[in-house]
């Protein structure tokens, strides 16, 4: 197992290209990281599309509901998990470049289980969208995700763990 500082607080997501860890946030948003993981664990977000990925903003992922099966992958963006929204967890912390951010729609307190990683600072979202995590290691793989919205050969989180988990 790889040396993490705080395995419980570690998400190790698999790529085409690699691995992407992220360390989430939970002293600043702990309903979001807690969800996370518990989507995590439950093998969830494996196979899950980035179905929202434009160039120098974000790339957008985790419709566990529409996100997987072909039959609704026209659909992804539209969906959740079976589990509540959660309300907002709004914080000083700005959306730097691989910020881990919580989408959700126009209401603030929608947020499930879709989230976008950006690709540079977009310190215009500050305040309207919680971020919860960011990533340490694998930037690089995010870089090169498929663009589009959706993109017409989509890429997928191969595997996400805990890394406590791992």
């Not at 989430?24 to 989507?39: C, F, G, I, N, Q």
């Not at 977009?122 to 305040?127: C, D, Q």
């Amino acid at each position: 197992m790889a040396d993490y500082k705080d395995p419980e607080n570690t998400i190790v997501m698999e790529l085409k290209g690699g691995t992407v860890v992220i360390e989430l946030l939970p002293d600043v948003a702990p309903k979001h990281s807690e969800r996370m993981k518990e989507l995590a664990r439950a093998g969830e977000y494996d196979g899950v599309v980035f179905h929202r990925v434009i160039d120098g903003f974000m790339a957008q992922t985790g419709d566990v509901a529409n996100g997987k099966d072909p039959m609704t992958l026209r659909r992804a963006g539209t969906g959740g998990s079976s589990l509540p929204d959660l309300p907002a967890e709004f914080s000083k912390l700005p959306h730097d470049r691989g910020t881990l951010g919580a989408a959700r729609s126009q209401n603030p307190n929608s947020a499930n289980s879709q989230f976008f990683i950006n690709f540079k600072d977009n310190h215009f979202l500050n305040g309207q969208y919680t971020v919860y995590g960011r990533v340490t290691s694998g930037m690089e793989h995010v870089d090169a995700i498929t663009r589009g919205e959706p993109p017409a050969e989509p890429d997928v989180m191969v595997s996400v763990k805990v890394a406590a988990d791992v």
